[in-house]
C-alpha cells in the first residue's frame, strides 16, 4: 500500500516531503497509463464484439433464408417442418445475441465511461493542482532568495522582502495541503471506483450466462423433439439407400447410354477438327499439324459447344427473360477537368453519371456542379492532340469538355460508360410518346431525337444550334443507312440500326452494340450514328463497306450447330454467342485457297484487284473489266453477287512477267460489285480520295487494275493484307484481317514495309483508317527507318500526314539518313506539310497554353475536311 504523506510534512517542505511527493506522483502517472490500457482493451473488444454481432446477425439471416428454401420440406410430420426449426432455432440465436449486445453495453458503460470518466475528472484534479504547487513552489523559492539578498542599509528594501516572504509562505502552505489534500483523496478514490467497476461487469456477465442458461433449458425440450425427428428420418434414408441399390441396373443402362453419346461427340469432334484445319491451313489435319495447333483447334471446339449447350439449356430450363446488371448502379470517380479560364488549368474532381446527367463536385463540397444536364446531346471520344495522356472529351452543341482519366483502363471504362448514358438516355427517350419529341424518321428509317430536352427554358445551347446538330446528325444517319445492307442491324437483322461498329464498318441496333462494347475497343470499337462526332474519315470507312460486304466474310459458311443465328427478339445469351462466333472466333469465315487444294490445283497465281477513285458525280458500280471469267462460274443475281469476297477468274491475255499467261489465277475482289450508294447522298465526300488517284483512269490497262502476281505458296493471310493495303481495296482487307492478318505485318522482301505504310503510297485516306482503326501501329520503321509520317512526306500527301499527327504521331522521328519528316517536306517544298509539322511542334512548345490546343485543333480539322472533300486542293509540292 502506497504511504500517506502528512500533511505536517507540506509545512516543513523538508527532503523526505519532497520525496513522497515524487513517489505519489509517479505512482499516479502508473496508475493513469493502466488505466487508459485498459479502456483501449476495453473498446478492442467492444469493436470485436460489435463485428461478431454483426457476423452472427449476418449468420441468422442466412439460417432465415434457408429456412424459406425448405418451407415446403417436412421431416417426419407436419409439426416439424424443417423451415419451422430452422426459424425456431434463428429466434434463439437472435435472442443470445440481444443478451450480447446488452453485455457489450454494460461492458461500454460499467468500464470505458467509468474509468474514462476516473481519468478526466479525478486524475485531472491532481494534475491541475501539481501545477498550482509547482508554480507557487517556484515563487516562495524566488521570495527566499529576494528576501537572502536584502541589504542592511536598505531598510525598505528589507521589510518588502520580509512582507513578501510571509505571505509566500503562507500561500505556499495553503497550496501544498491543498495538492498533498488531492493526492491522498485520490489515493482512496481509486480502490472502490475499481473495483466497483469490475463488480459491475462481471455482474453483466452473470446475467448474460444467466440469460442464454434459462433461453435453452426452455429450448431443451423442442430440440430433442427435433432430434428424435432426425434420427428417424436417418433411419428412413438408410432404409431407401438400400432399396435403392437394386435400382443400379438403371444408372448402369445411363452410364452406357452417355458413354455410347460421348464416343459419337469424339467422333464428331474429329470431324471438326478435321475441317477445321483443312479450312485454315490448307492441310488434313494429320501429323503435320503442330501441337499448338491442335490444342488451339481443340480449345475452339470446346468454346463452340460450351456456348451452344449453354442457350440450349437456357432455352430449356425457363422462358424466363435475361435479366441484366442493374442499370440504375451510377459511374463514379475522380478525374481531371481541364478549365475554362485564360490558363487552362487542370483541377481535379469528383464525376459521377446519374439521372442521364454529368455531374461533379469539389472534393471538400457538398454541392454538385451539372456539367451536362442532358446526356442525349452529347457524344464522347479519346483525345489524342494533346500532349497528356488517358484524355477523353465530352462534346455537346454548347461546348465541348476535356477530361483525364489516371489511366487507359479507366479512360476506356469512362467512354463505355458515358456512352452506355448516353444510350440509355436516347433508349428510354425513344420509347415515350412525350409532345415534346419529334419524329425525325425518313423512308428510309428513322428515329426519334428530342427537339428540346426536358423543356427547360435555361437551356446552355440555342435552338438554332440543336436543330443543327440534329441536322447534320439526321444526313448523316440517312448516308450511312443508304449503304447496301446497313437498314439492318448487321448481327440480328432488326431494323433502323442506330449504333456502328466503326472498326468492321458495320451498322448495329443497341442491343448488339452492347454486346460489342463489352468485347472491349479491341476487338470492336461502337460509337452511336446520331450522337457521336464522326471524323471524315470514319465515314470513307464505312462508305466502302456495310453490312453486305462486311457479312459475306463472317457469315460466309454459317453454321448453326455452333451458334444460332441471332434474330430482333432473341436473349442475350443467343445473341452474345453468335456474335463471339462470328467475331471472336471466326467461326463461319471461309478458308483462305491453299496451295495443294483440290479446288485450287490448276491455280498458279494470285492478286488483288486495285480500286480506283470513285467521285460522287459517277454511279459507285464499275464492271469487272480485270478478266473473263468461265460462264459457269458467273453469278446469277445481285443478291448471289454478294456472296463471295474473291473468285477464281481465267487471265486470257495477261502476261505478268512471270509466264503465266493463259493459265488460271485468282484475283481477290475481281467479281464483288461496290456498294450501291446514291452518289447524291455524299455530295460533300469524296468517298475514296486518293491524291493520286486523279492520274488513274476508268480505262487503264489490265496490268495496272491488279496488283503483281503472286505464287499460291505466298497466299496467306498477311501478305493478302499487304497486297489489299496496295490495292486500297478495303473489302479484301476485311477478309484478311478475318483470316487472322497482321496489321503490323512486316514484308521483308519489300523493304521491310507495314501494310500502313504501303496504303500511304496509294494515297487513300480509308485505306489507311481502315488500319488504324484496326491496331496499326503508327511508330513501325522500315529497313530505311522511316515510319509511315516519312512516308506521307515523301509523296507529299498532305491529307495523310494530317492523318497520323492527330493520331499522335511521332514527328521528332528520323530515318537511317537522320532526316525527319519537317526537313524532308522543306527539301521538297511542301508548304502545307511544312505548315502543319511546325504547328505540331509550336503546339508542343506551348502546351500550356489552351489558345494554342485550340488553334492547334481549327487548323487540323479544316485540313482533314479538305482532304477528304477537295484532296485535289492539296495536291501540290
Not at 434463428?90 to 449486445?101: H, L
Request: aromatic share 8%.
Amino acid at each position: 500500500m502506497r504511504p500517506v504523506i502528512e500533511f505536517r510534512e507540506c509545512l516543513k517542505d523538508s527532503p523526505y516531503f519532497r520525496a513522497s511527493l515524487e513517489d505519489a506522483e509517479n505512482d499516479i502517472e502508473l496508475l493513469e497509463v493502466r488505466l487508459e490500457k485498459l479502456v483501449k482493451l476495453c473498446s478492442s473488444m467492444i469493436e470485436t464484439g460489435k463485428a461478431f454481432h454483426t457476423a452472427s446477425n449476418g449468420f441468422v439471416g442466412g439460417v432465415r433464408d434457408l429456412g424459406q428454401y425448405f418451407k415446403d420440406d417436412d421431416l417426419a410430420s407436419e409439426d416439424a417442418k424443417v423451415a419451422k426449426s430452422l426459424t425456431r432455432f434463428a429466434d434463439a440465436m437472435t435472442e443470445v445475441m440481444k443478451y450480447f449486445s446488452m453485455l457489450m453495453d454494460q461492458a461500454n458503460r460499467s468500464v470505458c465511461k467509468n474509468i474514462n470518466n476516473f481519468i478526466k475528472q479525478d486524475i485531472r484534479k491532481v494534475k491541475e493542482a501539481k501545477k498550482y504547487f509547482e508554480k507557487i513552489s517556484d515563487e516562495m523559492d524566488n521570495a527566499l532568495i529576494k528576501n537572502s539578498n536584502a541589504l542592511r542599509s536598505k531598510p525598505q528594501e528589507c521589510e518588502d522582502a520580509t512582507n513578501g516572504l510571509i505571505a509566500m509562505s503562507s500561500a505556499f502552505a495553503h497550496n501544498s495541503l491543498d495538492y498533498v489534500y488531492q493526492i491522498n483523496v485520490l489515493r482512496l478514490k481509486k480502490r472502490f471506483d475499481v473495483l466497483e467497476t469490475m463488480l459491475s461487469f462481471m455482474n453483466a456477465q452473470n446475467t448474460y450466462f444467466h440469460q442464454g442458461h434459462d433461453l435453452f433449458i426452455d429450448l431443451d425440450p423442442y430440440v430433442k423433439n427435433v432430434r428424435d425427428q432426425v434420427e428417424e428420418l436417418s433411419r428412413k434414408a438408410t432404409v431407401e439407400k438400400k432399396e435403392m441399390e437394386e435400382r443400379h441396373d438403371l444408372v448402369r443402362e445411363q452410364t452406357f447410354k452417355i458413354t455410347k453419346k460421348m464416343q459419337s461427340v469424339k467422333v464428331t469432334k474429329k470431324r471438326w477438327l478435321r475441317k477445321r484445319a483443312s479450312k485454315d491451313f490448307g492441310k488434313v489435319a494429320d501429323k503435320r499439324l503442330s501441337m499448338d495447333t491442335i490444342y488451339a483447334l481443340n480449345d475452339e471446339f470446346n468454346d463452340a459447344t460450351t456456348f451452344f449447350k449453354q442457350d440450349t439449356r437456357y432455352e430449356l430450363a425457363s422462358s424466363a427473360p435475361f435479366q441484366p446488371e442493374d442499370s440504375d448502379k451510377k459511374m463514379e470517380g475522380y478525374l481531371f477537368k481541364r478549365t475554362t479560364n485564360a490558363f487552362k488549368s487542370w483541377v481535379r474532381r469528383w464525376f459521377a453519371i446519374q439521372d442521364n446527367q454529368l455531374v461533379y463536385r469539389k472534393r471538400s463540397k457538398d454541392s454538385q456542379t451539372i456539367m451536362e444536364e442532358d446526356l442525349r446531346l452529347c457524344t464522347v471520344k479519346p483525345v489524342y492532340e494533346i500532349d497528356r495522356r488517358f484524355c477523353f472529351e465530352v462534346v455537346s452543341p454548347a461546348r465541348n469538355h476535356i477530361l483525364q482519366a489516371d489511366s487507359e483502363h479507366l479512360c476506356q471504362k469512362w467512354i463505355s460508360a458515358i456512352q452506355a448514358g448516353v444510350s440509355k438516355a436516347y433508349s428510354s427517350e425513344s420509347n415515350q410518346t412525350d409532345e415534346k419529341n419529334e419524329n425525325y424518321g425518313t423512308s428510309g428509317g428513322g428515329g426519334n431525337v428530342p427537339d428540346n430536352v426536358g423543356g427547360n427554358s435555361n437551356s446552355n445551347s440555342p435552338s438554332t444550334q440543336n436543330s443543327k446538330q440534329q441536322s447534320k446528325s439526321q444526313l448523316r444517319m440517312n448516308q450511312l443507312l443508304s449503304i447496301p445492307g446497313n437498314d439492318r442491324c448487321c448481327d440480328c437483322n432488326s431494323p433502323d440500326p442506330r449504333w456502328a461498329s466503326i472498326n468492321l464498318g458495320i451498322t448495329l441496333c443497341i442491343e448488339c452494340s452492347g454486346i460489342h462494347r463489352s468485347f472491349g475497343v479491341h476487338m470492336s470499337k461502337v460509337r452511336s450514328i446520331m450522337l457521336d462526332a464522326w471524323e471524315p474519315e470514319l465515314l470513307k470507312v464505312m462508305a466502302e463497306l456495310g453490312n453486305d460486304v462486311v457479312n459475306r466474310t463472317y457469315e460466309s459458311t454459317v453454321d448453326e450447330s455452333i451458334a444460332p443465328h441471332a434474330t430482333p427478339d432473341c436473349t442475350r445469351g443467343i445473341r452474345e454467342a453468335w456474335i463471339r462466333s462470328k467475331y471472336i472466333q471466326k467461326a463461319f469465315v471461309s478458308k483462305l485457297p491453299g496451295f495443294k487444294d483440290n479446288s485450287s490445283e490448276k491455280i498458279q497465281s494470285w492478286s488483288v484487284r486495285k480500286r480506283t477513285k470513285r467521285s460522287p458525280g459517277r454511279s459507285l458500280i464499275k464492271d469487272d473489266n480485270l478478266s473473263t471469267t468461265q460462264p459457269s462460274e458467273k453469278l446469277e443475281n445481285s443478291s448471289d453477287l454478294m456472296k463471295a469476297v474473291l473468285s477464281v477468274s481465267t487471265a486470257t491475255s495477261k502476261d505478268n512477267g512471270n509466264g503465266h499467261r493463259n493459265s488460271e489465277v485468282l484475283v481477290f475482289g475481281s467479281d464483288v460489285e461496290l456498294p450501291e450508294v446514291n452518289p447524291s447522298k455524299f455530295l460533300d465526300l469524296d468517298l475514296d480520295s486518293s491524291e493520286d488517284s486523279s492520274t488513274e483512269t476508268e480505262d487503264t490497262e489490265d496490268a495496272k487494275s491488279t496488283t503483281s502476281w503472286e505464287d499460291m505458296s505466298k497466299l496467306d493471310p498477311n501478305m493478302l493484307l499487304y497486297k489489299a493495303a496496295q490495292a486500297r481495296n478495303l473489302p479484301v482487307m476485311v477478309e484478311a484481317l478475318a483470316h487472322g492478318g497482321n496489321s503490323n505485318w512486316i514484308n521483308e522482301e519489300d523493304e521491310g514495309k507495314t501494310p500502313l505504310m504501303k496504303s500511304v503510297e496509294t494515297g487513300s485516306l480509308a485505306a489507311c483508317e481502315f488500319l488504324l482503326l484496326n491496331g496499326a501501329k503508327l511508330d513501325r520503321r522500315d529497313q530505311k527507318g522511316r515510319t509511315p509520317l516519312h512516308h506521307a512526306t515523301i509523296h507529299g500527301y498532305t491529307g495523310q500526314v494530317c492523318q497520323f499527327l492527330k493520331r499522335g504521331a511521332d514527328r521528332h522521328a528520323k530515318d537511317n539518313e537522320g532526316k525527319d519528316a519537317e526537313t524532308i517536306a522543306i527539301e521538297a517544298t511542301n508548304a502545307d506539310i511544312v505548315t502543319l509539322l511546325r504547328l505540331a511542334r509550336l503546339n508542343e512548345e506551348m502546351s500550356t497554353d489552351g489558345m494554342c490546343d485550340e488553334m492547334y485543333n481549327d487548323v487540323f480539322r479544316d485540313f482533314s475536311n479538305m482532304a477528304s472533300h477537295n484532296p485535289e486542293k492539296l495536291k501540290r509540292k
